[in-house]
Each structure stands twice: as C-alpha cells, then as structure tokens.
C-alpha cells in the first residue's frame, strides 16, 4: 500500500513492525532517494495529522485508562503536592520513556533482523555504547523535567488558577489535538534557533549553546535515546510546548498530547533510519552540520525555507552564512 504510507504514524511501531517483518531481504526496498524540497503536499499534512491522532490516543490512555474517571490529578486530586499522586505520573512517564526508546533502539540496531536495516541507516556508523549510555541518562532526566511541568499544570488545574474545560468545546479540543505538531513545532524552531550561535553581537545564542544545547550535539550520530538527551533547561524548554493550550484555556488532554508529540516525535525522529524507522533526515543534517535546519524537516511548516537557515548539505551553509565560520569544526562541542 505505497499511496498510503501516510498513515503509517497513526499505526506506529505496529504498521513499522509488520511491514519489515513482512518483507523478505531479497525484497527490500531500495534505499530511498532523499527529496531537499521543504514544502508540504497533501501527504505530508495527513501523516502529520495522523502522528497527532496517536499523540492523543497516549495521552487519553494516561489519562482516563490509567486513573479512574475523575481521578487524574488535574480534576481535583492535585490539589494538595503529594507524592501519592506525583509518584504515578513519574513512573508512568519514566516507564513510557524506556520502554518506546529502549525497544525502538533494540528493534533498529540490536534484534535479529537489525542486519536488513543496515542500509537504511543514514550515517552508516554505529553508535558508540558511550553515546548511547549517555543520551539514555539525559534522556531520563528529561522526562523527569516533562513530568516537573505536567504536575505543575495539575497543580494549577485542580486549584483554580488555571483555567480548565473538561466536558464543553469537544470540537476545539479536537482539533487542537489533531492539529498539536502544526502549532508546537514554531515554538521548537523558536527555542532551537535562540539556542544556536547568532553570529552577531550581542551573541546570546554562542553562550546558550556553550552551557546548555551543545549537550545535545554530543549525539553526533543519534538514535531514539538522542531524541530528547537534552540539559534540564533545554528540556524545560521543550516541554513548555505544552503550556501553550493553557492560553486558551484548553482541557488537559491537548496538553498532555502536546507532551507526548514532543517526547515520541524527537524520539522517532532521530532513530537514525529512513525505514523502518522514522528518522527526520533534515534534522540529521542539523546534527551533522549544526548551522542549518533548526526546525527539522517539518515540510508543513518550512520555517527554515522562510528564515534562510534550509540546508541539504554542507554547501549551503556558505551561502547561507557568507562568510562566517560555520559546520561542525567550529563548535566546540566534544562528541560520541
């Protein structure tokens, strides 16, 4: 069903999975062609639209498959911080964590039938234990940052001082949900790009990248563990994507979807491979090259097409940047 691959992300790792399973090594595809074009057809909407489906389908489980009704900390329960209900959320979220990366990973580089996947990896290379032992630990303590904000909102919801809808606007939520990966990823280009040398003074963007972001440009040749290896303000950062529902007063569900496509997108976005896994090439070229693609490859949204910053290989950084140093030797960071 190649006219329907689109769908693929409301499916995942199941429609991933079956499809490798399925298909014999003499049969593999071959491997793709990488397009540089960065804006959206209708397929390119749809499997985004479908990736938000099964961010919310996550966060309705969290929420009402793993506490009964009214008994999620937002509705009441959070009123008071109480480790009997912070602790469910951190071990849900930890768990969560592991299990989606762990496995990914496991799946990809480590299971039996890791060797027909070798030549859809994009940097052939294998990732050092090193690395992988390394994003794992920043990894985890990022979730522990996305579980900080997420009982912070409880805290707020369930004490008035945060606005809370639960049962009116079904259609907004809706479509706020099914719409989170269009309105989160400005806010990702915005932090990413302030996280980056400027190039000009005075340059915030050198000492941000110096003390905070370079953490994450340890993972030179990423995997699903990478996606999310970030400092804790970095992460903080990243998960604040989902306060921004709070602005309209949105139920807790659209921000907790907001979350969960913040932690599984990064973690499916640098798992390395453009099949089966979900690799986001552009964004690899960031990690290569770093001066370039701070909004990923997001074609529906091509906010490195409108800033200038759109690389598809090391060239265009020179026309890009002029004459500025750019590219991996002029960063200081060490790598894996």
Partial sequence: MPHFDWIRPLFWP?????????????????????????????????????????????????????????????????????????????????????????????????????????????????????????????TTSATLCGTALEVLMCYGWSNGLLPLHRADNHVLTLLAALTVTHWRVPHFYLIHRMMHPWKRSPDIGKFLYKHV???????????????????????????????????LGAHPIVALTCIVDCAVGAWIGHDGFHWPGGCDYFHQLHHTHFDGNYGGGAPFLPLDKFFGTFITCREDMKKNWGNAKVGRENNETALH
């Fill in 14 to 138: 199941v429609a991933h999975i079956l499809r490798a399973v399925s298909i014999m090594p003499s049969e593999q595809p071959p491997a793709p062609v990488v397009e540089s074009g960065m804006f959206a057809n209708v397929e390119s909407h749809l499997s985004t639209f479908c990736g938000a489906i099964r961010s919310y389908f996550l966060a309705y489980v969290a929420i009402y498959l793993l506490w009964d009704e009214s008994q999620y900390p937002a509705f009441g329960p959070g009123k008071e911080l109480a480790l009997s209900w912070i602790i469910p959320i951190l071990l849900r979220n930890l768990t969560a964590t592991w299990v989606i990366c762990g496995c990914w990973d496991w799946w990809l580089y480590y299971s039996p039938l890791s060797p027909r996947f070798a030549k859809f990896k994009i940097n052939p290379i294998m990732p050092t234990n090193k690395q992988i032992l390394h994003d794992a630990f920043h």
């Fill in 213 to 247: 972001h370079s953490l994450h440009h340890k993972s030179y040749n990423p995997t699903a563990f990478s996606g999310t290896s970030m400092h804790p303000v970095e992460a903080t950062l990243y998960y604040s994507a989902g306060c921004m529902p709070l602005i």
